[in-house]
């Protein structure tokens, strides 16, 4: 028998689950303890395929009573709580993304502390820190992300939740489309090399952001909701870091296996929000506390991604 399908005698939820992160979460949960344990949730109706997968709720994460309705009703433990407005989106409509933001979390938060939730993972981003790599958001997104990790702490001293959170770098990943954040270049990147041979970049060449591979995020994600809650000493939330690269530099490891590919840059708004992240993060937190160790660099990454988009989309 598989040991870790006897870790968990309770429910999974996964709100955003129709997201970049959330369609390849909710795989990992439901292959590691079944996929009836694992209900997947999000603002969009069911359809036959998303039902055909798993358990499938509609649920919008600011509707309080609707939150606490599927918690209690799906006798749900654990919540991994993903909806949310990005950064550039959030910057297109700022009201909007900290009403979506803040009020979603906070209902998770508060819902999960009056029923028997027993932990909550919450991402937070590198959008909370200024190039110097401390907090000094300069969008809505940031600023809502740095006030949840607050109130995730908050939760965990005042209320006894356990809380545990990950500040996520750039996300990389085949399985789902941009999701309307600044790194996105570096997901649209592969699918215009492979349909088109161009791409024009919305940022400059130069802009060094910190990334990490999606298999690595979901490993992240996974390992810090199994650490002992004894060892856990960051209580807002840990910065964990795999590779950090430039557009020109993925472009030129790109062209190792697409040598045709051509690249110009028409930066825009987005420049301007890159400009205020840092270049790289210092995760020695996570590698103490939880042993956190990435496996992707830009080369295994890069060729991970084309073999896998070569297969499953461009086939």
């Known amino acids: ?48 395929e998303l039902l055909r997968l798993g358990p499938y709720v509609q649920m919008d994460v600011t509707k309080k009573v609707r939150v606490s309705t599927v918690l209690k009703t799906m006798k749900v433990r654990q ?28 209902n998770i938060l ?23 790599g401390k907090p000094d958001p300069r969008t809505v997104y940031g600023f809502s992300k740095l006030a949840g990790e607050y109130w995730c702490r908050y939760y965990r001293e005042k209320c006894r939740l356990d809380v545990r959170s990950l500040r996520y770098p750039g996300l990389i990943s085949y399985s789902a489309a941009p999701g309307g954040g600044t790194t996105d270049y570096a997901i649209d990147i592969f699918h215009q090399a492979l349909h088109k041979g161009f791409y024009s970049c919305f940022l400059e060449s130069g802009t060094r952001l910190p990334m990490m591979y999606m298999p690595d995020a979901i490993r992240a994600t996974l390992e810090l909701m199994a650490a002992p809650v ?33 690249m110009d840059y028409q930066p825009d708004f987005r420049q301007q929000i890159a400009g205020s992240w840092p270049q790289q993060v210092d995760d020695h937190c996570a590698r103490r506390d939880w042993n956190w160790q990435p496996a992707y660099g830009l080369d295994a990454m890069v060729s991970d991604m084309l073999e896998n988009l070569k297969k499953e989309v461009y086939a």
């Open 79 to 106: 919540v991994y709580h993903l909806a949310a407005i990005l950064s550039a989106k959030g910057e297109a409509d700022p009201q909007a993304a900290w009403d979506i933001n803040m009020q979603g979390l906070l």
């Open 230 to 262: 004894d060892k856990l000493r960051v209580h807002t939330a840990y910065n964990v870091s795999a590779m950090d690269f430039t557009p020109q530099e993925l472009a030129a490891e790109i062209r190792k296996h697409i040598p045709e590919l051509v």
């Open 1 to 48: 028998m598989n040991p870790e399908k006897l870790e968990i005698d309770h429910r999974i939820l996964v709100t955003g689950a129709c997201g970049q992160i959330g369609t390849e979460l909710v795989a990992a949960l439901r292959q590691r303890y079944g996929w009836q344990q694992v209900i997947a949730a999000d603002i969009r109706p069911a359809t036959d």
């Open 110 to 132: 508060e819902q999960s502390r009056q029923t028997a939730v027993r932990r909550v993972f919450w991402p937070s981003s590198i959008a909370v820190l200024g190039p110097d």
